[in-house]
């Protein structure tokens, strides 16, 4: 039989970065066009329903691995628990030969190796990176991390990537809408992104932040309030499909922090790009 690439994820409706870029994979056609045999080995809700999701991934990649249809293994993991149920799989694909490629998602597994964890677990990590065929990184800085702890000379830094919507025409920039996707919280510049935006209030009276996405509502709520946009604030919560394309449509900024960003550094893009 016909050896098949399998890739390793969350569920599609999974609320998360892991299932945000696999599903943008499927949308322009590279599982289809590679054959690729997705497995979904978690997904939101309860404890019994994720761990059914993860036995039934786990039967599906033992019968695909006993009967040496796996040509290679494309495993998304970030901290704690992606860690570990991943590694049900990693270790097997190792005994048997079969090629691993680890693609690590999450900001905070530096935090997870460094802090969280001991020696054993530390060498463990250490143990799965160095055997792996290549390691995928989403910044050039986690490249540089995964050097200090790994010998693999195979990491390579690939940007998550993107599915841009249609081109519009641009009209009405003094009614400009600054749009944000991903989780609401410190880590994504969230709240530099409203300091920032409470800057341009004078300049555009009609200005309204949105930010789609699971997270500390309460918390950006409450600095609305406090930097006087509790009004130009939305936050519509997880969105998708449709409703993703529709906010990218109509804004007129999309935000996205950088490794390195501040409030000063989105306050002047967003001054460039709505002026």
């Known amino acids: 039989m016909k050896k098949k ?5 969350t569920s599609f409706a999974t609320m998360g970065g892991i299932s945000a870029v696999v599903k943008v994979y499927r949308e322009a056609g590279l599982l289809a066009r590679h054959d690729i045999r997705y497995l979904e080995t978690h997904r939101d809700g309860g404890r019994w329903q994720k761990l059914r999701y993860f036995l ?25 628990a992606s860690f570990w149920r991943k590694l049900c799989f990693i270790l097997p694909a190792y005994v048997f030969r079969v090629p691993v490629v680890i693609h ?24 799965v990176y160095d055997r792996a065929a290549c390691i995928i990184v989403l910044s050039k800085t986690w490249l540089q991390w995964v050097n200090s702890i790994s010998s ?14 249609a081109p519009v025409p641009f009209a009405h920039r003094e009614s400009a809408t600054i749009l944000f996707l991903g989780k609401i919280g410190e880590a994504k510049g969230c709240y530099d992104l409203l300091q920032a935006a409470s800057r341009l209030q004078q300049a555009f009276p009609a200005l309204k932040i949105c930010m789609a996405g699971d ?9 609305a309030q406090q930097l006087g946009l509790g009004d130009r604030l939305e936050l519509p919560g997880w969105i998708d499909g449709a409703q993703k394309q529709a906010l990218l449509q109509r804004a007129s900024v999309f935000a996205l922090r950088g490794a390195r960003s501040s409030d000063r550094s989105v306050a002047c893009a967003a001054r460039c790009c709505c002026a």
């Open 5 to 9: 690439i399998v890739m390793l994820g």
């Open 56 to 80: 039934h991934a786990w039967w599906q990649f033992w019968v695909l691995l006993l009967t040496f249809r796996i040509s290679l293994i494309h495993v998304h993991h970030a901290s704690h």
């Open 104 to 127: 690590l998602h999450g900001g905070g597994f530096a935090k997870f190796y460094g802090e969280e964890n001991g020696p054993r677990v530390q060498a463990l990590i250490r143990y």
């Open 152 to 165: 693999n000379p195979q990491v390579r830094a690939v940007y998550n990537p993107v599915q841009l919507p």
């Open 215 to 223: 997270g500390d509502h309460a918390r950006a709520r409450q600095l």
